[in-house]
């Protein structure tokens, strides 16, 4: 077992990580990144799409400026923000993260005079390179900036626990090096968790395969409080066949340089959604276009996993493939382009909730334990949040750091960790490998806990996690008990985490007594504000777990209803 010591230590290599480390060592304090793939190159920063201009940039008018500040509190969060945060994170984008953007070297997509080509609508963005694509130079650069300053990393090293100080702060992380089957104990004055937005807990999910609630797990067995937990986004028009590229996405937002964007087509061939006709706001309608699918799975003109069309056969190829690259993707799928449509489907995407912080210095509710971007609960997720958590994050670390010791861990602690990932490497019991109870759980929460959902699915859901954390879990057989890398033993690690995330989704889904957004129970279909605009605060007690309430301040924008059907509310 290795042990390293260092000011602060970073788990995930995302957006909001990478800015985290950077930002903290401008201000003379150690860090060090724990990811568990490569700092990045791996995680939900690669897949951001479009890059939102906010404030007064690039042209936006005041109109523009107060359109994007309304999409992100109520299209994008359904209320269930901070406003003051989100004001905050507003100015410093519009003011240091655009021009610190491209003086850094990134490159935003341009026309051959030479200006940033951008969406038109009530809300604008731009693009890295092309529509869809933007996550990839931005993380490139991000990794470079990494490198360059010589901030120490764990790569394809997985944070197991946290690892608490002999006064209950916590003091450092657990891990273990996927590669060479090494543990390795990293002692810090401060542990920031910056694991993502994503996790892939559905049968259909944009998560990559290394992101399975490893974030929530691990502050949650470390006694941190969580928030709406339940409240977890989908994309909607995501590729049906083959099941390997249910991440590529048809966007629903308008193309770069052009009026148009893609349209949806049911069963029989009815247009049902369409961008410009149907979305107030003219960006993002990740929400309101799950509300209109909704109605046709309603109607038995569709299904979540399919049977329903998008494309662009009302545009030109060359309006199309100017600043994107679907082309690519009809012809690589052998699909005449932009004649035919393609089947889409439902897929888990961004989850809302997640660490309750206070959003001044992203401190969680245990001392030593901060949180920086997806998986904290104050937001839902785009690439430019998460930046600005990590300078939340530093700021606050830093204010902190000189009343936050550097105490000798709890040594059983780390004793019993070692012992339980023995434990899980030299399973060998008669039942199903780690991969597939990972299927089974991402089977159950697709059914049950899916799109639409109800208590008694919900409460079917609870008996099959306890079932298969009482029968499977004891249960499973690995082949490889070697420690090299092993990757039978990842998954079982990585099931673990499953089981506790998925537990607390199903327990904050039952608690939300209404329909919000993307949230819909078919129990509860009114979006219920006098009761339910709330933060549903899931907090431990003894062995078990409480809810409570916590209101918003709505100082800038307020809903303008009482109680309505869900799938009638505009956001």
Known sequence: MKTIDTDVVIVGGGAAGCYAALNLQRNGIKPLIVCKGLVGKSGASLFAG???????????????????????????????????????????????????????????????????????????????NVQGNSGVPFMDLRRKQVIRAGIPRLEETVATALLHKSDGTVGGVFCLDIVTGETVVVAARAVILATGYSDRLHTRSTGTREMSGDGIAMAWRAGATLVNMEMQWWHTNDIAHPPSWQRMQVYPNPMLGSEKSARMVNAAGEEFFNQQRDDPLAFGPYTVQLKALARQVR????????????????????????????????????????????????????????????????????????????????SNGLIALATYDGKVVADGVARDLPGLGAGALVGQEIEREARRLDSLRQSSGDGPTPGKVKERVRALMWDKVGVEKSEAGMRSALDEIEQIRLVLLPGMRIANTGKTANYEWLDAIDVVNMIDTCELIVHSSLERKESRGPFMRTDFPLTDNANWLTANVLKKSGNGLRFEQRKYDLPTFQPDFVTKDNLEVAW
């Not at 699909?335 to 449509?341: A, D, G, M, S, T």
């Not at 089947?343 to 001044?360: K, L, P």
Request: aromatic letters at 12%; a neutral charge; proline letters at 3%.
């Open 299 to 378: 109607a038995g003109k569709a299904r979540y996993e399919g049977g329903y069309y998008a494309g662009f056969d009302h545009c030109d190829a060359a309006e199309v493939e100017a600043y994107t690259t679907y082309g690519k993707v009809w012809r690589q799928l052998g699909l005449r382009f932009p004649e035919q449509l393609v089947e889409t489907a439902v897929t888990s995407h961004y989850r809302q909730g997640g660490i309750d912080v206070d959003t001044q210095t992203m401190r969680a509710s245990v001392p030593g334990l901060y949180v920086a971007g997806g998986v904290g609960g104050h």
């Open 50 to 128: 479009n890059l939102v201009i906010s404030g007064r940039l690039l042209g936006n008018t005041e109109e523009n400026a107060r359109n994007t500040a309304e999409f992100l509190i109520k299209y994008h969060n359904q209320f269930l923000i901070d406003q003051d945060w989100a004001r905050r994170c507003g100015q410093w984008i519009a003011n240091t993260y655009y021009p610190k953007l491209e003086a850094a070297g990134l490159y935003f997509r341009r026309d051959d005079a030479g200006e940033v080509v951008t969406s038109p609508g009530k809300i604008r963005s731009v693009a890295a």
